[in-house]
């Protein structure tokens, strides 16, 4: 009888925490903001962290589960590669009372573009009605060199609107890139930089 | 005759297996949850394109009608395909320097084949999908003398779809980033016979 007791207890708390377990992978992971869910295979450089085994027959089975509960899609390795980044330059989280510059080096890619998504993968709203930037519509300086302006009011230049008030993250998207071949080769000095200007 | 400490010792002792098989449990219960989660799934990408496209076709993904972490810089399209019906067929002719990407997602979303424009020769694309068994009635009846001028990529599961997205390379373009995808061709193959 104690026996029988001790085998349901365990069956019955085994089950919670199994489940608990699952539910903070899968439903907590859907805020890419939170650093949860996707857990393996990630490359990480500087701000910016990649999952390029989500685009390949090997992505992992948390990926799967994430992605079969909110639907996404992501790219294809031999497409391009997909950075997000939550925090600036110096690992502070993003805050949209504060101003940043995305700028530096880009690996080397026949397109990319910069756009800021709600940390569940949402456009902001937005009034310039702009949710990103490609690397054909940007302005250059004499080097070539960008600086894309991020803050939720308006800025001369690149401007990538952030909604007032709002949690976002910025996505990174290098389509066609040679870095495909070599996803884990990527570092800090060939990705940009974010740096935090000033808060509200 | 038990001492003290074995009285505490005793109550751990007979504690460990239950602590033990809790944490086995949850670590089964866990690993299955994560691995059925993808066959359970009634939210997945497949379900919510499903719902708006007829298979065997080109459909243009309406704004919104992606998934989250979509790039807004794409323009989205999709064909979906039900392999139980015959091989699919895709073709594409290009636009040069515009950039096209071609993801091939099974029925559970995992991502099986994806190319992009690049991989076209002459501007041309010649795609066949279709399965193990669908391919070798393929090559029986192939000419011996000269090879298959199209790229034939085996799928893992009888359905799934196929995403084309477009860039518009500045938000004016949206609408010729949209015809790109229109243009493409996919559906049953009328060569194969089922």
């Known amino acids: ?200 | 005759m038990k001492r003290k400490q074995g009285l505490v010792g005793d109550t751990i002792f007979h504690l460990l297996p239950i602590l033990a098989g809790c944490l086995v449990v949850a670590g089964l219960v866990h690993i299955a949850t994560i691995f059925l989660l993808p066959r359970l799934a009634t939210k997945d990408a497949f379900a919510r394109l499903s719902a708006i496209a007829p298979a065997h076709q080109v459909v243009l993904l309406p704004d919104g009608a992606g998934g989250p972490f979509d790039d807004p810089a794409l323009a989205q399209g999709m064909c979906r395909f039900d392999l139980a019906q015959g091989p699919l067929r895709l073709r594409a002719t290009l636009t040069p320097d515009a950039l096209m990407l071609f993801s091939f997602h099974g029925r559970h979303g995992q991502i099986f084949y994806s190319m992009t424009d690049r991989s076209a020769t002459r501007g041309k694309l010649d795609m066949l999908l279709l399965t193990r068994e669908q391919l070798n009635v393929v090559e029986a009846n192939d000419a011996e003398d000269e090879l298959p001028q199209d790229l034939r990529i085996i799928a893992p599961t009888l359905e799934g779809f196929v995403l084309f997205r477009s860039l518009a390379e500045n938000p004016g373009e949206m609408a010729q980033a949209q015809a790109r995808i229109a243009a493409l061709s996919c559906g049953l193959d009328r060569d194969q016979r089922p």
């Open chain 1, 1 to 200: 009888m104690l026996h029988a007791f001790k085998l349901i207890v365990v069956a019955l708390i085994g089950l919670g925490l199994g489940l608990g377990a699952t539910y903070h992978a899968v439903e907590r992971g859907q805020d890419r903001g939170l650093g949860v869910g996707l857990i393996f295979g990630a490359v990480k450089a500087g701000p910016w962290t990649g999952w390029p085994k989500t685009g390949t027959r090997e992505s992992d089975p948390y990926a799967r589960a994430l992605f079969a509960r909110n639907g996404e899609t992501p790219i294809g390795l031999t497409e391009g590669l997909s950075f997000l980044a939550r925090a600036d330059s110096h690992a502070r989280p993003f805050d949209s009372a504060c101003d940043y510059t995305v700028k530096g080096a880009i690996p080397a890619a026949r397109f990319w573009t910069l756009s800021a998504l709600s940390p569940q993968g949402r456009t902001l709203p937005a009034i310039s009605e702009r949710h990103g930037f490609t690397s054909s519509e940007i302005l250059r300086d004499f080097d070539g060199g960008f600086e894309i302006k991020v803050s939720a009011s308006a800025r001369p230049g690149d401007w990538l609107e952030v909604a007032q008030g709002q949690p976002f993250v910025l996505m990174l998207r290098l389509y066609d890139t040679a870095l495909s071949a070599n996803p884990y080769s990527v570092t800090a000095g060939v990705m940009p930089a974010i740096a935090r200007e000033g808060c509200r």
